[in-house]
């Protein structure tokens, strides 16, 4: 509930009283939610905090519908029996339902363990993803621009009855990749799957920050191939794709993205271990084989991703890269759809020539925004377990899918509270790191506990130390 206006006339309407669940109560300042608000691919809401106040009088909001609309029966969704809500919004892998466990760990941490700051926080990234999936459906004329409001509320509504069911359940056990799945799903569930396909998601945008992309690598050829990694790492926070959907002219577009990813060039490194990598390939020539599984993010980015991998199977000729990729287009990742058109780009010719031999592709199906350890198919498994080494895209994907198995390199830009968090660094610091087998970039531990970064685990002084070394190319022995 709003709180009332306090003894000297000032009022506390923006003081919000919230039950999370039996045992988690807080008032929280809905300004202060507001100003702290995660943006998602570079698009907010102007309404940042609106999950957040549905989800603190859920019932009420619930009453206003069905008091409005005769149709609103599809908007109560907790009292449903719990078989319907996992039958009707969880995910399957491997043709098999995918379920929550009560007590269960999540990478990096389940939500019963997190702050109240932190779900307020998540709350808002609840409402822009909303708001952005919403929009962009309103671009491409799916519904009238004044729908997206009533549907905001009508997403924030039933994702709230679904955290609030058998007592906040979902809410407690699920982490934030659980979470982006479940907003997609919510979507689906209000406009239908063929105005909004969970398992397709933006394909035109994507498409079109790939356009983009794949015109760029031409003009970084001959760049230098660790060069080639550091403007990888860069383009995946130029977010094409949120300059595209704001209809800005494709040549400032273009200009945008080569004024980001080159921002990285020559740049230091928070943590730089390009040269381990390189190194290690160049070492395997005595035995002829080193073969590096690769999980890649963003679509645009995952093009000079390709380009510097593909490089490196050039100079070192029994180098090869397994590619995993998902059959799903999900939010703005790389796709299976997405290979195809990279492929078929003159620039990768010689990918598509060695498709099968040097360029190893295996197709899997995973309904999350970031591969998950714990949700892994089978068939990446069997990729993970015969490379020698693992190379993993993506600040998401670094906070889901440790490999302690491998040798794992792991490539991103630090983004977000949850990325300063579990990594000791800040906003738009970039990393390449390489995690030796039976090591892990974090080590998450609950309240009153203290995570162990990145930063911890790697050694400060080795981090500072790489800043300033170069990172060259070795060639064959």
Known sequence: MIAPSDKTGRRKASLCTIKFWDGLQAEVDLQEIARRAIPVKGIACEQPTRFVEIFADTDKWLTSYQQKWQNAAHLDIGRRPWADIESRFFPRLDGRPVHLLEGAS????????????????????????????????QSKRSFESQVVE????????????????RNSFLLRNLNNNFNMYLISKVVEYLVGRGVYDSNRQEPELTGH??????????????????????????????????????????????????????????????????????????????????ILAAILDDTA?????????????????????HLLVNSAQISVNFSSDMLSQVLR???????????????LVTEIYCPFISFQTNYLPEAAERVIAEGDAVYIKGANFFETCQIQGKDTYHAFVVYGPVSRAYTGLQDFDPVFVHLP???????HRPPPGRVTTLLDVIGRAAANDRRDKPVQTLEVI
């Open 150 to 165: 009533p549907l905001l509320d009508q997403a924030c509504l039933v994702l709230s009855q679904l955290y609030r069911a």
């Open 209 to 290: 920050s790939l356009s983009v992309a794949l015109s760029l690598v031409e003009g970084s050829r001959s760049v230098p191939v660790a060069e080639k990694m550091a403007l990888a790492i860069g383009r995946g926070v130029a977010f094409l794709e949120s300059r595209i959907f704001v209809n800005d002219a494709e040549k400032r577009i273009c200009q945008y993205a080569e004024d980001v990813s080159y921002s990285y060039f020559q740049r230091p490194l928070a943590i730089d271990h390009r040269d381990k990598l390189i190194r290690s390939i160049a070492a395997a020539s005595g035995r002829g084989s080193f």
């Open 437 to 443: 087998v039976g090591v892990t970039g974090y080590q």
């Open 106 to 137: 999540q990478p990096p941490f389940a939500w019963r363990e997190a702050s109240v700051d932190h779900l307020c926080a998540s709350f808002t990234y609840n409402t822009n993803a909303f708001f952005r999936i919403l929009s962009i459906l």
């Open 345 to 359: 780009h003159p620039s990768f010719q010689w990918l598509r020539d060695n498709l099968g031999s040097r360029f």
């Open 301 to 321: 980015e995952s093009v000079d991703d390709l380009a510097w991998m593909m490089e490196l199977m050039q100079l070192y000729p029994y180098f090869r890269v």
